[in-house]
């Protein structure tokens, strides 16, 4: 399959990401989009070593269909890091403000 | 030690230290002690000075090379002594009268609180040291220093009773007319330098170094070197400081005006003989501004009401007649004249502290009176003390005075019918102040008169001592005419050169017994008008411009001081509080206002902060990839 689909596919999965961070108030909707963003760049990381691993390159350095690979599992360790601190956050949030929406948390104003 | 010249450091050195542990010390040491160690570092100066004298006598002189002070490329300065029979006859005057000045202080400044009283000294001392380098310095480097040092110490001391704001006044008017002078020092300094590359004293005043100079040159550098004479030795146009200089205790103006500090600019001119000699334009300016002087301010202490302001612009106008002496090229005289009025003038100011402490502090002759049988050692010595100044023979200012007379006459004679008739005044005022103080009738009240006492013997050996030499200093230089064979000329000669006229006998003996007739009809005149003096009306017309001094001091204000303080005030308006304080104060405000202004951006919504934060990135994309 040609590799401008993967990218194609991953831009749009990063802009709704990215526009779900921006537009939503819910903190735990942001959250799900951060990992919508992430999963996105995952995509494009897997797409591009399958790409590399056929002809000149992957001859001249054996290992650059994995090191891609790899890291992707490297960002799914941290992102699942990130998901236990981030939603301890989001309880504590809602502990506080009996609330989840991130406009509340606005006393740094100014 | 088998030459005393191989340790003239010293000398300037003891009263240094004499500063330092009566200055560290003076919390803690008692008065006694900062007193006697005061006057024991002088002493052995002095000490020391006399042996230096005796070897330079036996025709020894001496270049002490301490150290390098300066040295920039080929340019060097060292930090040498030169000891010689000029430098060698003022540590003499310097170290001895200043000696007795220190012991009169002891007894004088007693009622001080310790703390002072030793600070008194260490300045004294400091006073002394400074002097000392001015003198025995060996290049003009070196002079400057001690030069600077005096103008601080005369500062330091005239407003040593700095919770009075007259005082502080005067010392700031004194270091500021200094300053004025010392200028005029610096950038002679700076011209030689530029055309000859040297400072010291043998190598610019050797011929061929003058050969290297041009008229102009020589005109020009001893102009300015002229006035910084005139700074420190207290002449037209910069005199005004010395009379107000009498702010400072009485002993401090004894050491101002016969040991240190108005003999330099004498010193630095017969110092620089070499350079003057050649110059005659400058010498001319020189006899006419020490003329000049000698007549203004003899006119004006003949209406000072204040003894001491009356003793102030006598040295003025006895300066004059040095720079008489230095301008018509008899710097022997200028020099002898240097020596004999500090006798009499450390005598007389001493004499007058004495009065002034017996009196509780009045300075006012006219409420004086009748003191003679008082104190009787004052009166004496005093008396001694005019005699002395007013050129009576015998007497050590008539030498001195005769040979500078002798030498305007030579010179030219309507300049000498003026020095005579300043000589006349100095006579005729001298003893008004002596009629007016010591005899009649005393105008003082009661608890004055119950107050009246001799002083200390602290106090009267000191004068006593000076008397004597008052009366016998002048023997060192008699005429040729009188049958001496003149020492002081002699001894001076290899520093100073010969002396440039030459009268017969005869004219001299005309012009000794001129000056001598008139001087004992001015006396006579001063008897007769003041001997039963009373207290007179507020005086017009010519004696008020007399009590005030001429109005130097107002024209000043309204020519000098008045516009620098308008100007002044205009740059603190414009430059100061607009210019200056306008820009630093803008950054503040410009930084206050940009902050408040961004203010909003940072809205407490994360959605707000995420947006700013993307629409970054894509900038930096855009900025990457696109431009």
């Not at chain 2, 006697?36 to 002189?61: D, E, M, R, W």
């Not at chain 2, 041009?214 to 009379?243: E, R």
């Not at chain 2, 202490?301 to 302001?309: G, V």
């Not at chain 2, 005869?506 to 009809?521: D, F, H």
Request: charged share 10%.
């Amino acid at each position: 399959m040609d590799i401008k689909a993967y990218i194609a596919l991953s831009l749009v999965l990063f802009s709704i990401g990215m526009v779900g961070i921006l537009m939503r108030r819910n903190a735990i909707i942001i959250f799900m989009c951060v990992e919508l963003m992430l999963n996105a760049v995952n995509l494009l990381l897997v797409a591009f070593s399958k790409m590399h691993a056929v002809g000149e390159a992957a001859k001249a350095l054996p290992t650059v269909a994995s090191d891609a690979q790899i890291f992707v599992f490297f960002i799914m360790v941290v992102a699942a890091a990130e998901v236990s601190v981030g939603l301890a956050i989001i309880v504590m949030l809602y502990r506080n403000t009996h609330s989840i929406d991130v406009n509340f948390l606005n006393r740094l104003k100014n | 030690m088998n030459n005393v010249l191989d340790i003239v450091w010293l000398i300037p050195l003891l009263p240094l230290i004499g500063f330092l542990v009566n200055g560290m010390g003076r919390k803690v040491l008692p008065k006694s002690v900062s007193g006697f160690f005061g006057s024991l570092v002088v002493l052995a100066a002095f000490l020391l000075s006399c042996l230096v004298f005796i070897q330079v006598k036996n025709g020894q002189t001496h270049t002490a090379h301490l150290f390098d002070f300066i040295r920039i490329d080929s340019l060097k300065i060292g930090f040498e002594f030169t000891i010689d029979q000029l430098s060698s006859l003022f540590l003499l005057i310097i170290t001895g009268i200043g000696f007795l000045i220190h012991v009169y202080s002891t007894a004088y400044m007693h009622d001080e609180p310790a703390p002072d009283f030793a600070k008194y000294f260490a300045y004294l001392n400091l006073f002394v040291f400074s002097m000392l380098l001015l003198v025995m310095g060996g290049n003009l480097v070196v002079m400057f220093i001690g030069w600077e040092g005096v103008g601080l110490c005369s500062y330091l001391l005239i407003g040593y009773w700095f919770k009075k704001n007259d005082y502080t006044n005067a010392a700031k008017k004194a270091f500021v007319m200094n300053r004025i002078g010392d200028l005029g020092f610096l950038l002679a300094i700076f011209w030689l330098i530029a055309k000859t590359g040297h400072v010291d004293y043998q190598t610019i005043f050797s011929q061929a170094t003058l050969d290297k100079l041009s008229q102009a040159d020589i005109t020009g550098i001893t102009l300015l070197l002229f006035l910084g004479a005139t700074g420190k030795s207290a002449q037209i146009p910069l005199y005004t400081w010395l009379p107000d200089a009498m702010a400072g205790p009485t002993p401090v103006s004894a050491l101002i005006h016969a040991a240190t500090m108005v003999t330099a600019g004498i010193y630095m001119v017969a110092r620089s003989h070499a350079l003057f000699s050649l110059a005659e334009f400058t010498q001319t300016i020189i006899a006419i501004t020490g003329l000049a002087t000698a007549l203004l301010a003899a006119s004006i202490a003949i209406r000072q009401n204040d003894i001491k302001k009356v003793l102030a612009y006598s040295t003025v106008s006895q300066l004059g007649f040095m720079f008489l002496a230095l301008g018509t090229g008899n710097y022997v005289a200028a020099v002898f004249h240097v020596l004999t009025h500090a006798f009499f003038k450390a005598l007389m100011f001493l004499g007058s502290g004495s009065v002034i402490h017996a009196m509780g502090g009045e300075q006012d002759i006219r409420k004086m009176g009748g003191l003679h049988k008082h104190m009787k050692v004052t009166s004496i010595t005093f008396f001694i003390g005019c005699l002395a100044i007013a050129g009576i023979p015998g007497f050590s200012g008539f030498f001195s005075k005769d040979e500078i007379l002798a030498g305007t006459y030579a010179h030219a004679p309507w300049m000498f019918a003026l020095a005579l008739f300043a000589a006349l005044m100095t006579a005729f005022y001298m003893f008004r102040l002596y009629i007016l103080t010591f005899t009649g009738t005393f105008r003082g009240s009661e608890e004055q008169e119950q107050h009246l006492h001799e002083s200390p013997s602290a106090m009267t050996i000191p004068l006593v001592v000076l008397a004597v030499l008052s009366v016998v200093g002048g023997y060192i230089g008699i005429p040729a005419a009188l049958g001496g064979n003149h020492w002081l000329a002699a001894f001076l000669k290899p520093a100073t050169g010969e002396v440039a006229h030459h009268l017969d006998h005869g004219t001299e003996y005309a012009l000794m017994g001129i000056s001598t007739l008139l001087v004992l009809a001015s006396i006579g005149f001063a008897w007769f008008k003041f001997k039963s003096y009373q207290a007179e009306d507020e005086p017009t017309g010519f004696a008020k411009i007399l009590v005030y001094k001429w109005y130097v001091d107002e024209f000043y204000d309204a020519a000098i001081v008045k516009p620098i303080r308008s100007v002044s005030g205009i740059f603190d308006r414009l430059i100061e509080k607009k210019g200056i304080d306008g820009f630093v104060n803008g950054i503040g405000r410009a930084v206050n206002y940009g902050g408040r202004q961004l203010r909003w951006l940072q809205s407490g919504q994360v959605g707000a902060y995420i947006l700013l934060m993307v629409i970054g990135m894509l900038l930096l994309f855009i900025i990457q990839f696109y431009l």
